[in-house]
């Protein structure tokens, strides 16, 4: 039996996102059941979200002589969770004073599930007295309380009101419901950290990986239900530091070389391969046995190391293999490219040379290509959020090729 979202759609700009959120939701093993206020219908259309989700949208009117009597009231039955998105100061403040003047406001007030609301709305009106008083009334009842956050708003101003973006609520909802194991029976190998080449015994030639994209997709990989081995090269804050969940397998290693020869051993048993991992393309050639004295010029020998990512890709069968594309400038290009040359399924195309995103930071923004031709952006958002996008995505590419392999019995 699935998990039931309730979606409520009221009447700001924002609500043709509510399709995409319905869309992730249901990305996720979720079913999603929509309402609409009769504003929301202004921007949007029922059949949109019917279209979408396959199942009736609760529309505001009040029912007619001969329809279902009792709709506002079992529509909500069996759901987990409601999240309004966007939610409007209108809707907002009805909610907060038990307005019920119609089939949506009264499903919300007879629901009794949690309540999470994703705000839209003018600055000004969203800092209006009135409206921060409902939100508060809202919040200290247990609304749950998603953005708004700062930016161009529809109205033409900068400023507090806008929606928080898709990815984030979804995140924030799927946090709410928690236990969605969508990824039971999945076997993940994960690289992540920087690798290190040794030049003698106390240096060694490293890169800005932190480590924090691919352990992110590990834990999150982990909390969906999934076997995880991590194969972990330099990481910071190291390993034990950051606390690495339960039910992930740890393989160290320092070097290219350490890392091909374990992430070869795990590819064999797993289902999909994300390689977050920073591999040096050079190792020194003899690095030195005993610390190398201080001279005026020191030259060193780099040979090449192996594509780890390519050479198991290159048998890779039925198995998902996602790698991630480090990329300071041309990045689509450079990403297609990689992603062709690797024979990957799926690429993540990170910008590299921003400061507020990538190396050590907790946030990302990437591009996600897949081998079939999409093109998927994921908004500036926390690590795990882009972890999560990841996984769905190269879940999805899976389970399609199991799909294919066991045709349903006719
Ligand atoms: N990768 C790998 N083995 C290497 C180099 C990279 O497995 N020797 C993997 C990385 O883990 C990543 C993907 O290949 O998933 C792309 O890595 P990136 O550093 O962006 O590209 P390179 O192939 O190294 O190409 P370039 O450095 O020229 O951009």
């Known amino acids: 039996m699935k998990d039931t979202v309730i979606l409520v759609v009221t009447g700001s700009v924002a609500a043709y996102k509510s399709a995409l959120l319905a869309r992730r939701l249901m990305e996720r093993g979720l079913l999603v059941k929509v309402a609409m206020t009769a504003s929301a219908e202004r921007f949007i259309t029922p059949l949109t979200f019917e279209a979408l989700t396959g199942l009736p949208v609760l529309r505001a009117g009040f029912p007619q002589s001969g329809q279902a009597p009792m709709e506002h009231i079992n529509f909500s039955r069996g759901a987990r969770l409601v999240v309004i998105a966007p939610a409007t100061a209108n809707t907002l403040g009805k909610l907060a004073h038990g307005v019920a003047d119609d089939s949506i406001l009264s499903m919300l007030l007879a629901c009794g599930l949690p309540v999470m609301a994703a705000p839209a709305m003018n600055t000004q009106m969203y800092k209006h007295p009135a409206v921060q008083s409902n939100i508060s009334t809202l919040a200290a009842r247990g609304v749950t309380f998603i953005g708004p956050s700062s930016g161009s708003l529809a109205c033409g101003e900068e400023g507090e009101g806008k929606m928080e973006d898709v990815e984030t609520i979804f995140a924030a909802v799927m946090e709410k419901l928690g236990g969605v194991k969508d990824l039971a029976g999945a076997r993940l190998l994960v690289t992540a950290g920087g690798c290190q080449e040794p030049i003698d015994p106390v240096r060694y030639i490293g890169n800005r990986s932190s480590g924090k994209m691919g352990l992110a997709v590990a834990r999150v990989a982990a909390g969906r239900g999934a076997e995880?081995?991590?194969?972990?090269?330099?990481?910071?804050?190291?390993?034990?530091?950051?606390?690495?969940?339960?039910?992930?397998?740890?393989?160290?290693?320092?070097?290219?070389?350490?890392?091909?020869?374990?992430?070869?051993?795990?590819?064999?048993?797993?289902?999909?391969?994300v390689m977050a991992a920073a591999v040096s393309d050079y190792r020194v050639e003899s690095p030195a046995a005993e610390k190398v004295k201080k001279k005026s010029a020191m030259r060193l020998d780099l040979i090449e190391n192996p594509d780890i990512l390519a050479s198991v890709a290159l048998e890779k069968g039925d198995r998902v293999v996602a790698g991630f594309a480090a990329e300071t400038e041309d990045h689509l290009a450079?990403?297609?490219?990689?992603?062709?040359?690797?024979?990957?399924?799926?690429?993540?195309?990170?910008?590299?040379?921003?400061?507020?995103?990538?190396?050590?930071?907790?946030?990302?923004?990437?591009?996600?290509?897949?081998?079939?031709g999409k093109k998927i952006e994921i908004a500036r958002a926390t690590k795990d959020v882009v972890a999560g996008a990841v996984l769905d995505h190269a879940a999805a590419i899976w389970r399609a090729s199991q799909a294919m392999e066991q045709p349903e019995a006719s």
């Open 228 to 273: 995880v081995t991590l194969v972990a090269a330099h990481m910071e804050p190291s390993l034990p530091g950051t606390g690495t969940p339960e039910g992930i397998r740890v393989i160290r290693a320092q070097t290219a070389v350490e890392m091909q020869e374990a992430v070869r051993q795990e590819f064999v048993r797993c289902d999909i391969l």
């Open 334 to 372: 450079s990403g297609r490219k990689k992603l062709m040359a690797k024979n990957l399924d799926l690429i993540v195309i990170n910008d590299v040379s921003r400061g507020d995103i990538g190396f050590g930071s907790d946030y990302n923004e990437v591009t996600l290509l897949t081998r079939d």
